[in-house]
């Protein structure tokens, strides 16, 4: 039973952690970044946003600006985000096509 209460926790982690992602992504990332991602939001175009679509940034370094914000822009690090958090809306972004 062991076995397959773990085996279950790690089926059911993965599309866990994509789904809050996509749901911490609109929370906290939609006003700014559009609901897809491209920017094309009043917010958006305000503060120049670029489309974060095939972003070059690795999930590493997208969790980072989540987290720290990026320097000389308006980009301020997010609020309210556990580090799991950040990671799981990061790793959203990374495959936002
Ligand atoms: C208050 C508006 C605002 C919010 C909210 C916001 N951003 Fe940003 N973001 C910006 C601006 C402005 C920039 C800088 C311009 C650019 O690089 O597109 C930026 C840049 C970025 C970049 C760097 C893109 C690059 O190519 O260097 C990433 C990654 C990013 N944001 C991710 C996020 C994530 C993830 C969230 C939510 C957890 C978020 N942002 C929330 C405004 C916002």
Redo the contacts with the bound molecule.
Sequence with gaps: MKTLAAALALVLAAPALAEDGAA??KA??A???GPDGK?EVP??KA????S?LG???TAA??EK??TDG?PG????A?KG?SAEQ?KA??AF?KGLK
């Design positions: 911490l992504f906290k990332c006003s700014c970044h920017g917010m958006g503060l120049k946003v670029k974060l972003t070059k940034l370094e997208i600006v989540s990026k822009t308006k980009m301020m997010v985000l950040h809306v990061a972004v």
